[in-house]
């Protein structure tokens, strides 16, 4: 090959320090090049979430020395914003240029870039990270700044973005790197650079010996980890490597107890057979599952019974007949609601006949599915009052209660108009689960009045 | 539904003025003037017109007029002086109230770090249930501990208000974060004065880059740039009501908090009014993947209610109590409807105002301690005002069916006689409620020991007790016959918190001796046979199966020989110990010869009016509208609209006209045609007119059917031409 311009050792570290990235570093070398080496005015480096994008341009930049500003996209706020900062961070790091003035809009950010790039002798690169998830960003925007390397000689623009659009940067297209994501072999490769150790009971000295039989448990159980469950829920090497250390202490807890050798891996798989069904590791939370139960178990031991918050009672009843205003049909309300037809109980079908032809002939998506539907508050206050087991005699503390379900965001505004008009359409915001446990604790059985 | 007409009460009250087109304003006195400031007597004057205000008496005179000026000033003296006390106490209560969530928030956010967490933003979900209302007051405190106690840097509270966009919600945090802890290190502030030109040098530097570049006031480097001045300060966000927050503006903040997260080292606190799922369900994935932390319960809001109500009802420091049915209608609505303390509170505090408004004799309760000057402020109004109290009338029939005419004689003739009695008999009424707060407490605690699985709280209890129900009720009866069954263990513990709980001597004295006998028991029995719970005889519980009556004569007469001889000896003193508990309860509770209806002057110690509250509190509105339009007579109450024999009337051209719109609009359905509408709403108003003047009817009926749209009733749409559509049904 004769793109690489660079000290050959230079490139081995960094393969060495980034595994599977070969091609893309290389590339990379061919375009970026030292300070003799022509670059192109723009450069796109795209791939999805964790693959080392972000983490190789810099190792990169900073090792073969070039000048170069990092201007964080995501960080910005406003155009603005990013402006200001690219003329900042551009003066700053070529050092000097005047302070005059500041870059509102993309135009004056040129003309002060060329004025502070106009006495540079070296390249100089602009990276221009998640560059996609700039706020207000438009592609006015992102051809404008493409430009920049055009206008100015010395300038070269490095966008990094995830999902490259064709003709993004409205020009003729800049060459891009692609970072591919890794795969199942290159993910484990990678994640062999961290080997967590085996906390092993005891152990008088760490030796080469163990160090290769940690490596060989850490591999297998990784490719085990995708198999069963990364593969599906986190290809991203980052997430992929969360969950890999969630599990790996409790994994190796019966060979650091000595009860399991590191050589016989399948009956150790068996033994944690559940662990790789679970789902706990793979969902995100906030609170991780095994802390908040430890917490709940400890408050049931002290005798409190567990920190439950309610809603009053008619609140209750107010969002179990806002949902069944959101997804029951209007029309059908006559049958379920009104008092004369044996309280509301469904009727049931007679399941001899079997699926008649009408049904068959329009099928339709079940209710659920399609989302809530708006409705006139009037229409959940009626159906309110024929939910409720007695009479009551609306007051404004009902009123009130919309209202705080509403700021609790249980009950959403569907329409534009005032909080007051008559009109004004109201949306369900709570999912079927929520509202059975609601219904249960209320000894309402909404499943009786639900649409199917 | 149940809102009565009002009758001729406003026609006193009518003011010429108001219908005046224009009128000169004239000041009610000079010192309401505005005064020039002036720097030097501004502070005199200030206390002035506090002095002033404080006497000035906002209540009006009562007993037809003939309340003195004294009295009228020292019922409102007491009113203040009394709800002063009881909201202090209440306001200690809710201080301490949520001390244990605020040292756990505390202890996260002085120990958060994202090396802790993962490489997360810390994050403590703080569940504080759906009250609404109490929200600001918690996170303001969480805010004072933080910055003032435990001094970790800025907090900013940011609320739904705030946050209509990114760039404002930023802009507030920015300033609030740089700005809040100027006094904290002030040698800085000097330091920074030396090189500034800005009359505020601190923010402008932080504004400026080293360049001189001003940022943005909404550039989080602000905060960065402050951050790295002041070292290892934490900036605590707060965010009181996630739920109301804009889900987009909420995940763009926190990601870009994850962003700056190894510059500034951020910690959040997010408040969850509904339950963590709803909160997840909310934001994106990759947004809480940024965030990992605890969450931290927020005490029920019951166990603050229960601690309220005990301080001021049935404690022996409150003076004025409420009554059985105010009480239902204050618990109903908390449990029903508001689950707010605050609601809560703010009722309580109407009751004592109504209370002191509007009964004269209210100024009793300011005597309470001290009896001395009572006679002197009762005057011959008064003394004849306290005849008239249906609780002296009941106690002057006592006397007279225990045939003490001549105290009876006094009572009714004597004024100087009544003056003397009430100021004897008000520490007798006062006292009435104290022992039954300490009977209440009793109970609650008895029951709390004995019963584990119901446990009643003593609000319930107490209007219960009080409407006399809790004798009959199954609730006392429950505690003694599983008093009866205790083991020494449970009943050692129940009696160690009831003589902590209630030190009250009718109940301690009694129980001391016994406590020490079985304690001394139960040493006994553990140094011989090193058993070390006795059990009573009357405990069955232990063999439950019990097939027939034989077995069970079988099975009982075993457990009796079971028995060692402490064990019978400890149920001798069981045994004693239950009568000792059911004597007082029967005493207390009893309703018919300690009942409320016999206390003298329970009038003014309890408040017992439903009405101005649930007119106040929870007003119908809708109802009150829907009745005045469909029967206009029971406002109107005129001779043209009412039938001789009050039946139903119907439609009438004599009624409003809007009242005659309303009615035809119920008989319609979901879409009206105007011009059916407005045929029948002709002919009722012509009635037997041959010639009435169809342009008077056509304005009228335009301006009720503007009327009923500015009602809110109908609407125009856009289904049918000549059309309106009904927006309103009545009786929802």
């Excluded at chain 1, 080392?52 to 406003?78: M, N, P, Q």
């Excluded at chain 2, 509270?157 to 740089?178: E, F, M, N, Y």
């Excluded at chain 2, 649930?614 to 406002?635: C, H, M, N, W």
């Excluded at chain 2, 009624?655 to 879409?671: C, D, F, K, T, V």
């Amino acid at each position: 090959m004769t793109d690489v311009m660079l000290p050959e050792e230079l490139l081995t570290a960094l393969n060495e320090r980034f595994p599977c990235r070969a091609p893309q570093i290389r590339r990379l070398a061919a375009l970026v090049g030292t300070d003799e080496t022509p670059s192109p005015p723009a450069l796109v480096l795209h791939g999805l979430e964790a693959t080392g994008k972000t983490t190789i341009l810099r190792a990169f930049l900073d090792r073969t020395e070039a000048s170069y500003t990092w201007v964080a996209c995501h960080e910005c706020v406003t155009v603005r914003q990013l402006v200001e900062r690219i003329s900042a961070g551009v003066t700053e790091s070529v050092g000097g240029g005047d302070d005059a003035g500041r870059a509102g809009d993309v135009c004056a950010l040129g003309v002060r870039l060329s004025v502070a790039l106009s006495g540079a002798e070296r390249k100089h690169f602009l990276v221009l990270d998640r560059v996609d998830r700039t706020r207000e960003g438009s592609s006015v925007l992102f051809a404008a700044l493409g430009r920049l390397g055009e206008m100015i000689p010395s300038l070269t623009v490095i966008f990094i973005l995830s999902v490259p659009r064709p003709r993004f940067l409205s020009s003729a297209e800049p060459p891009h790197i692609h970072f591919a994501p890794y795969t199942k072999e290159e993910s484990i490769k990678v994640l062999s650079k961290y080997v967590r150790r085996i906390p092993f009971q005891d152990i008088e000295e760490y030796t080469e010996e163990d160090a290769k039989e940690e490596l060989y448990v850490w591999q297998k159980f990784c490719g085990t980890v995708w198999d069963s469950l990364a593969k599906g829920t986190a290809r991203g090497v980052v997430q992929f490597r969360a969950i890999v250390d969630d599990m790996w202490e409790p994994f190796v807890k019966p060979i650091a107890e000595g009860k399991y050798g590191t050589r016989n891996y399948s009956s150790l798989y068996l033994l944690h057979k559940d662990m790789f069904r679970r789902e706990t590791d793979v969902v995100d939370m906030v609170v991780p599952a095994g802390a908040g139960e430890k917490a709940a178990t400890k408050s049931e031991s002290t005798g409190n019974p567990p920190c439950v918050h309610d809603l009053p009672y008619y609140s209750k009843f107010l969002l179990c007949a806002a949902y069944l205003a959101s997804y029951n049909p209007a029309r059908q309300d006559a049958t379920f609601f009104m008092k004369s037809n044996d309280f509301g109980r469904k009727k049931r079908r007679g399941g001899t006949t079997g699926p008649t032809k009408r049904t068959a002939k329009n099928r339709k998506i079940h209710r659920r599915l399609l989302g809530p539907q708006a409705f006139p508050l009037e229409r959940l206050q009626a159906i309110f009052a024929a939910i409720l087991p007695h009479r009551l005699s609306s007051s404004a503390d009902i009123q009130t209660q919309i209202a705080t379900l509403t700021s609790l965001r249980l009950l959403t505004k569907a329409s534009a108009t005032d909080v007051l008009e008559a009109s004004t359409k109201w949306r369900v915001n709570a999912g079927w689960d929520y509202i059975r446990h609601i219904a249960r604790s209320v000894k309402f059985d909404i499943e009786d009045f639900v649409a199917e | 539904m149940e809102s009565t007409p009002p009758e001729e009460v406003y026609i006193d009250e009518f003011d010429p003025k108001e219908h005046q087109g224009c009128y000169i304003f004239t000041l009610d006195g000079e010192e309401d003037r505005p005064t020039k400031r002036r720097k030097t007597k501004g502070k005199q004057r200030a206390t002035e017109k506090a002095a002033v205000e404080e006497e000035k008496c906002l209540f009006p005179v009562l007993l037809d007029g003939k309340e003195t000026e004294s009295t009228l000033k020292l019922r409102y003296r007491t009113y203040c002086k009394l709800w002063e006390a009881q909201e202090k106490r209440t306001k200690a209560i809710l201080d301490s109230f949520n001390s244990k969530t605020l040292g756990d928030v505390s202890a996260f956010v002085k120990d958060a770090a994202p090396e802790k967490f993962e490489g997360k933003i810390p994050t403590a979900l703080v569940l504080a249930g759906p009250n609404i209302a109490s929200h600001e007051l918690l996170f303001e405190q969480l805010a004072q501990r933080i910055r003032n106690q435990d001094r970790t840097g800025p907090v900013v509270v940011l609320t739904s208000k705030d946050a209509t966009s990114l760039k404002t919600t930023l802009r507030k945090l920015i300033r609030d974060a740089t700005q809040q802890d100027e006094g904290v290190d002030d040698e800085e502030d000097i330091a920074r004065k030396v090189g500034g030109v800005d009359e505020d040098p601190q923010r402008s530097s932080l504004l400026t880059r080293s360049q001189s570049t001003k940022l943005l006031n909404y550039d989080l480097q602000i905060l960065q740039t402050w951050c790295r001045s002041h070292a290892g300060q934490k900036v605590t966000i707060a965010i009181q009501d996630s739920e109301a927050f804009d889900s987009n503006v909420l995940s763009d903040l926190i990601t870009l908090f994850g962003s700056y997260l190894d510059r500034i080292p951020f910690v959040l606190l997010v408040g969850i009014a509904t339950s963590v799922e709803i909160f997840h369900d909310k934001l994106p994935k990759s947004t809480i993947r940024l965030m990992r932390g605890n969450k931290f319960d927020v005490e029920r809001a019951e166990e603050c209610l229960a601690q309220i109500f005990n301080d001021s009802i049935t404690s022996d420091k409150a003076v004025l109590r409420l009554g059985a049915s105010v009480c239902d209608f204050l618990l109903e609505r908390y449990r029903d409807h508001t689950q707010s303390i605050q609601t809560f509170v703010g009722a309580l505090k109407y009751a004592y105002m109504s209370h002191f408004y509007a009964n004269p004799l209210s100024i009793i309760l300011g005597f309470i301690d001290n009896p001395d000057g009572l006679g002197e402020v009762l005057s011959t109004e008064h003394v004849e005002a306290i005849r008239n109290v249906p609780s002296f009338r009941r106690y002057v029939e006592g006397k007279l069916a225990a045939k003490e005419v001549g105290e009876v004689r006094k009572l009714l003739a004597d004024d100087n006689y009544v003056r003397h009695t009430v100021a004897e008999k008000i520490l007798e009424s006062r006292n009435y409620g104290i022992e039954l707060g300490q009977a209440l407490a009793f109970l609650e605690i008895g029951r709390s020991c004995t019963l584990a699985q119901n446990k009643t709280p003593r609000y319930e209890l107490y209007a219960k007790a009080l409407s006399g129900e809790l004798q009959t009720g199954p609730s006392i009866r429950e505690f003694l016959m599983s008093l009866k069954r205790m083991s020494s263990t449970a009943l050692l513990n129940l009696l160690e918190n009831v003589m902590q709980e209630v030190p009250i001597p009718a109940i301690t004295e009694p129980l001391k001796p016994l406590q020490e006998k079985i304690k001394k028991l139960v040493e006994e029995a553990a140094a011989s046979g090193g058993k070390k719970t006795l059990i009573s005889e009357f405990d069955i519980t232990n063999n439950t199966l019990r097939g027939t009556a034989v077995s069970k004569k079988v099975r009982l007469g075993e457990q009796k020989s079971s028995l060692t001889k402490q064990d019978t000896e400890y149920s001798a003193l069981v045994q004693q110990v239950y009568a000792i508990a059911e004597s007082y309860l029967t005493v207390n509770f009893n309703s018919s010869q300690h009942g409320l209806q016999n206390v003298l002057l329970h009038e003014i110690f309890f408040y017992d009016l439903r009405s101005p509250h649930s007119a106040v509190f929870a007003p119908k509105p809708r109802s009150t509208i829907e009745r005045g339009l469909s029967r206009p007579q029971d406002y109107l109450d005129c001779s043209c609209c009412t039938s001789g024999d009050g039946e139903e009337v119907g439609i009438r051209g004599t009624q409003p006209p809007a009242s005659i719109i309303y009615q035809l609009y119920l008989e319609s359905g979901a879409l009206i045609n105007i011009y059916d509408l407005w045929s029948a709403f002709y002919s009722v108003i012509a009635g037997d007119e041959e010639e009435f003047d169809a342009q008077t009817a056509q304005a009228l009926f335009y301006r009720s059917l503007a009327e009923m749209r500015f009602l809110g009733f109908v609407k125009h749409t856009k289904k049918k031409t000549d059309h309106i559509a009904k927006l309103a049904w009545k009786g929802i």
